[in-house]
């Protein structure tokens, strides 16, 4: 089972960059000790110079530097704080130099996590979640969790250590006002804290508004052309104009709501520090708290502001990132396809396949395919033929892997697929489909499937048999034409011709054609299995076709109809017998 997504997985991927991270919170510790006291000293200075009560900055100077006036001590002690400063600025630089390198790798190893189980998600549960969903997990909700791992890394240790040494010096000049702060702040952040859940579940219906759209417009846009030729296009859009506007709902109730609230905890604080300065000046009146001193308090009552605002906002992005986890696990969720150990032959070029009992359903309600039993010899050359919907195209998947059965079994030279590699198998077996999807990449890359090890030579071949050489010759670029967004620049019969020849280059064992040719008219697709008779000669071919031209010849004829091997034999012998393939023929007759 694949390990999920939580906090301590996230601290596991934090520690692998231990020595990064131990000199990050080392730099951070220093920083503190520089920053801590820089509130302290030009207060001092009321008390030493102004009020003419010299201590430790006026003894020292004199001691090291010498005697001077009120405008002498008062430049040293500037110097002092603002070369303190510099230093601080560039600590924070390298502290959120590594932090955010860390934090980086974090995420690129959670996106990795992530990419390498969708590459072995079983197909069903693949179809489950859909595209537009993944997509958004992998670039929102990581991001998300980016965030939220930048800040802790960086900021948690920092800000509870700069908390704990500001309480300690204001402790120590003032008890009342110090454990006044040291009560005040955890109330301060409990507040904040019921806040931060509110805003994270506003920060869901966002997300969910978004990701709806998201799968929404990417679908209309995909269907872009048949929309129109339906002229359905007020319909669909309008359909993603009212999610468009569900996000401007969900996004408002957020964004001025996080705000709201956000801004509620920050004037809490606001009052917290008023009530403290009305207590400083009260007890300069009545103790002996010094007018310096109290002038030090306030500036570290400003001071303790970034890290307890640091420690809030981490608290709502902590929030979020919850949120952002739940929806990345469902990824992670998402069942892997079994993958066996045993391996074909490479090359091999006798593959028997033997169908048992085999049935298989998309979903519970309905079996799509139910009891199936056959044998495909190697070398053999059979057709399957159905009613729309008989489960032809299912078959033909979990033949070649990309659906897992529930029940029977198939074995391949007698090795059961539960127990074959399944990149084995389709390194041997070659589905065709009807609809061939095609990258938004060049010819090349989609013949060659991005193997830049194939010549030029050995493509043009292939392109030939084909029968797409020509169209490719006549091309601008040739080759290197750019075929769009799943190959919309090439028409339909060309794409399945282009699928052929990838199917010619990748030289299986065993190919399957799911209706490969249906977009040919019968003169070129007479021509390519022509053609291809030499190339397929030893090879074992499965064919799904609605044509009899294309299924008479076949070695042998399986009939389906509703999930079921409904007949088997030679089309002389079929012919004979009442029943689905005499209907079939007659159909085609007429
Ligand atoms: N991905 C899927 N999820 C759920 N049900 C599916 C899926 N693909 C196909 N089906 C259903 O399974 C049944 C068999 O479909 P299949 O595509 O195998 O039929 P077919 O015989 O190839 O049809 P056609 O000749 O129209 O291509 C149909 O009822 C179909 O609705």
Do not use: C
């Not at 103790?287 to 570290?300: E, N, P, T, V």
């Not at 709502?316 to 949120?323: D, P, Q, V």
């Not at 089309?571 to 009442?578: A, M, N």
Request: proline share 2%.
């Amino acid at each position: 089972m694949n390990e999920k997504i939580t906090l301590k997985y996230i601290l596991k991927l934090l520690f692998e960059n231990k020595k990064s991270l131990i000199l990050g919170q080392l730099i951070t510790i220093i920083a503190i000790v520089i920053s801590v006291p820089i509130p302290l000293l030009l207060p001092l200075l009321v008390d030493e110079v102004l009020l003419n009560k010299p201590d430790f900055f006026v003894n020292n100077i004199n001691e090291l530097l010498g005697n001077g006036s009120a405008f002498y001590y008062i430049a040293i002690v500037t110097f002092i704080v603002l070369f303190l400063r510099l230093i601080y600025f560039i600590f924070g630089v390298i502290i959120t130099k590594i932090f955010t390198k860390i934090s980086k790798y974090v995420t690129f190893k959670i996106r990795e996590k992530l990419l390498n189980h969708l590459e072995l998600v079983n197909m069903n549960e693949y179809e489950s979640l859909g595209s537009g969903s993944i997509g958004a997990n992998l670039v929102t909700d990581v991001n998300t969790l980016d965030n939220f791992i930048v800040s802790v890394a960086s900021k948690f240790i920092a800000s509870i250590l700069t908390l704990i040494a500001v309480a300690i010096v204001i402790i120590k000049i003032d008890l009342i006002l110090g454990l006044m702060i040291l009560f005040i702040q955890p109330i301060i952040m409990i507040i904040s804290k019921k806040i931060a859940n509110k805003t994270g579940l506003l920060k869901k219906e966002e997300n969910k508004a978004i990701e709806i759209f998201q799968n929404n417009i990417n679908e209309t846009l995909d269907l872009f052309g048949q929309i129109k030729a339906s002229n359905k296009e007020k319909f669909f859009f309008q359909e993603s104009v009212n999610k468009a506007k569900n996000i401007q709902i969900t996004s408002n109730e957020f964004n001025y709501k996080s705000v709201a609230y956000e801004r509620f905890s920050f004037t809490i604080f606001l009052f917290a520090f008023e009530i403290f300065r009305a207590v400083g000046l009260v007890l300069v009146a009545y103790s002996d708290l010094s007018i310096g001193l109290m002038f030090a308090m306030f500036g570290y009552i400003w001071f303790i502001m970034t890290p307890v605002q640091d420690i809030l906002t981490m608290q709502y992005s902590y929030a979020s990132a919850k949120a952002a986890i739940n929806r990345i696990n469902k990824i992670l969720d998402l069942k892997v396809e079994n993958n066996g150990e045993k391996e074909l032959e490479k090359d091999i070029k006798e593959i028997d396949i033997s169908i048992k009992n085999l049935s298989f359903s998309y979903n519970e309600n309905k079996k799509t395919l139910q009891d199936i039993s056959f044998e495909i010899k190697s070398g053999e050359k059979v057709a399957i033929i159905g009613a729309s919907g008989s489960g032809k195209t299912t078959i033909a998947h979990i033949i070649s892997g990309f659906y897992s059965k529930n029940s029977g079994d198939i074995l391949y030279n007698n090795i059961s697929i539960d127990k074959l590699n399944r990149q084995s198998l389709r390194e041997n077996i070659f589905l065709v489909l009807q609809m061939p999807i095609l990258f938004n990449n060049s010819l090349r890359f989609n013949i060659t499937m991005g193997n830049d090890n194939i010549s030029n030579e050995k493509i043009y071949e292939a392109l030939k048999i084909a029968q797409l050489f020509e169209t490719v010759e006549n091309m601008p670029e040739k080759l290197d034409t750019i075929v769009g967004k799943h190959g919309i620049r090439l028409s339909g019969g060309q794409r399945q011709r282009l699928s052929i020849a990838r199917m010619i280059i990748a030289n299986p064992a065993v190919v399957i054609f799911d209706e490969s040719t249906s977009a040919l008219d019968v003169h070129t697709e007479t021509k390519l299995f022509s053609d291809l008779e030499e190339f397929l000669k030893s090879k074992t071919v499965i064919t799904i076709a609605h044509r009899l031209s294309t299924v008479k010849n076949a070695d042998m004829i399986y009939v389906l109809e509703d999930g079921k091997l409904v007949q088997s034999g030679k089309h002389e012998e079929l012919e004979e017998q009442e029943g689905h393939y005499l209907e079939f023929v007659k159909k085609q007759l007429i």
